[in-house]
């Protein structure tokens, strides 16, 4: 088998959260193009409906706030689809607030779409992959899970990323003898039609931003989704509990 045949994913059902827009779109169309049959999973019954078609996947209804709704997603994509081989946890939000006025709304929200949430996926995706023999998962952390970003405050973001490293790692010590890996894929800032939205809102934001990045710019999504096909690949055989950094050299100051 040759480098390029470990790194197709033909003939394997690929699950993407929040795959309808941003880093989870190309992830999705990645993933498509290296042969999976991709599934986005999304709360947004018109963007996930839209991305579908564009990326020629199956597109899915799921909350991942809510454990029975991503229960509820699992059993009917075993049901569906038979066995889930590879699963990535993109779903995610960021709230920029000083930390002494930022409401206990607001860090609730933040820390259970992309803690509580992701546990939640890798719970279920866990029980399915474990009764199947194996799997790949996937965890979108980011950057700011190992480091404090400036000049915006984001205290729960930040925390909650490092809550999504440190679960990567204990889920894979776990079931590592069992045939599911576990990995995580850190960001830096990422091209995304969030990102624009805030430079062009803060525009003294982003030039720290590209000032404080070795390469000088920020990632095109296509590069972060590469590093995500090959750990649901199997090139990445045995690799478990990384945390691999894509952020332009940022985090090396």
């Known amino acids: 088998m040759t480098l390029l045949d470990k790194l197709s994913l033909r003939g394997r059902n690929i699950v993407v959260t929040g795959g309808a827009r941003g880093i989870g779109l190309d992830i999705a169309r990645s993933a498509k193009e290296a042969g999976a049959h991709v599934i986005i999973a999304d709360i947004d019954a018109r963007e996930r409906e839209a991305a579908a078609q564009e990326v020629g996947a199956s597109a899915v209804g799921v909350d991942i706030t809510d454990p029975v709704s991503v229960s509820a997603?699992?059993?009917s994509l075993s049901?569906?689809?038979g066995r889930i081989h590879g699963w990535v946890n993109n779903a995610g939000v960021v709230r920029n607030a000083a930390a002494e006025d930022m409401s206990d709304e607001d860090w609730r929200s933040v820390l259970t779409v992309n803690?509580?949430?992701t546990f939640w996926c890798c719970r279920e995706a866990g029980r399915h992959m474990l009764a199947e023999g194996?799997?790949?998962i996937v965890n979108i952390a980011s950057m700011s899970g190992i480091i404090s970003n400036r000049?915006?405050?984001?205290?729960a973001y930040n925390t909650s990323k490092a809550g999504v490293i440190m679960l990567t790692k204990s889920l894979a010590?776990?079931?590592?003898r069992r045939g599911v890996r576990v990995n995580a894929v850190s960001p830096g800032y990422t091209e995304t039609s969030l990102l624009a939205q805030v430079k062009a809102q803060k525009p003294e934001w982003a030039s720290v931003w590209d000032n404080a990045t070795p390469m000088g710019r920020s990632a095109d999504p296509r590069e972060i989704a590469a590093v995500v096909v090959f750990?649901?690949?199997d090139l990445s055989s045995y690799m478990t509990g990384?945390?691999?950094v894509v952020d332009g050299g940022y985090t090396v100051w």
């Open 73 to 75: 997603l699992v059993t």
């Open 79 to 81: 049901r569906d689809h």
């Open 115 to 117: 803690l509580d949430g």
């Open 134 to 136: 194996g799997g790949a």
């Open 151 to 155: 000049p915006q405050p984001q205290a």
């Open 173 to 176: 010590g776990e079931w590592a």
């Open 231 to 233: 750990l649901l690949s």
């Open 242 to 244: 990384s945390n691999v």
